[in-house]
Nanobody
Framework: VQLQASGGGLVQAGGSLRLSCAASRSVGSIDTMAWYRQAPGNGRELVARIFDSGSTYYVDSVKGRFTISRDNAKNTVYLQMNSLNPDDTAVYYC????????????WGQGTQVTVSS
């Protein structure tokens, strides 16, 4: 299974972007889908996660600005990012964890998001 992330780019502060991440084929029974990000010189940070139940988690710095959603039928996860600021500049990675046919996880290749001031 390969994950293809898209939607990154250069945007001015206050702008919006929508990231998408699609699996190349059926993943199986999905547990969680998530977006992480890594800024230069920093470790990878969990930005948002959506559970099989539909409940969500957001890191404090993006609450009220970012929205994660999923389409299980398409094995796709989205991240709507509004009111972007330069601190959001990073490479964004998608992640899918499954429980069947085995407990494993998959990572996308990363998509660059750059927010100019």
């Amino acid at each position: 299974v390969q994950l293809q992330a898209s939607g990154g780019g250069l945007v001015q502060a206050g702008g919006s972007l929508r990231l998408s991440c699609a699996a190349s084929r059926s993943v199986g029974s999905i547990d969680t889908m998530a977006w992480y990000r890594q800024a230069p010189g920093n470790g990878r940070e969990l930005v948002a996660r959506i559970f099989d139940s539909g409940s969500t988690y957001y890191v404090d710095s993006v609450k009220g600005r970012f929205t994660i959603s999923r389409d299980n039928a398409k094995n796709t996860v989205y991240l709507q990012m509004n009111s972007l600021n330069p601190d959001d500049t990073a490479v964004y990675y998608c992640n899918i964890r499954r429980t069947w046919p085995d407990r494993s996880e998959f990572w996308g290749q990363g998509t660059q998001v750059t927010v100019s001031s």
